[in-house]
């Protein structure tokens, strides 16, 4: 075979080479799972009260490390959308302040509240680390708020 043929078989199997490359990228490709809209709704424990660095809102004492932040971080598929979460909220106040944070996109929502509504921080107090004498009581006082 003379140069021309050797140029010209070559140049063929190039074209076929990038001819099978396109086809490939034609193909369709694998659908995706979809995005789910996340939207954190409550109190401390959401917020993520006791895990400073309070970074993300110093007067809610938000927190990146409160978990609604850190499931939007681990899990690809999940959108953190809005997390107004705040220290202190009742469910009064969530209702109030954080439930128009909702959308009509939102598919996952997580809600925690109603420790404030119960006085557990006065729990905590009394009897953490070491039970005090008001310890009883206030696990008392909350029971009664629950019935």
């Known amino acids: 075979m003379n140069a021309?043929?050797?140029f010209l078989s070559v140049?063929?199997?190039i074209v076929v080479a990038l001819a099978g490359f396109v086809t490939v990228g034609a193909l369709p490709?694998?659908?995706s799972p979809p995005i789910i809209q996340y939207v954190a709704l409550g109190d401390s424990y959401a917020a993520g009260q006791g895990a400073p660095p309070y970074d993300l809102d110093a007067a809610c004492k938000?927190?990146?490390k409160g978990y609604p932040t850190l499931l939007n971080n681990l899990e690809s598929r999940i959108?953190?959308?809005a997390n107004p979460t705040c220290s202190g909220a009742t469910t009064s106040s969530v209702a109030i302040t954080q439930l128009p944070a909702l959308e009509p996109g939102t598919k996952l929502v997580t809600l925690t509240v109603g420790a404030a509504n119960l006085g557990l921080s006065v729990v905590l107090a009394a009897c953490f680390p070491t039970p005090t004498q008001?310890?009883?009581g206030a696990i008392d006082n909350v029971r009664d708020n629950l019935l």
Do not use: E, I, N
């Open 79 to 81: 959108q953190l959308q």
């Open 11 to 13: 140049l063929v199997t």
């Open 62 to 64: 938000r927190s990146s």
């Open 29 to 31: 490709a694998v659908a």
């Open 134 to 136: 008001l310890c009883q």
């Open 4 to 6: 021309r043929g050797r």
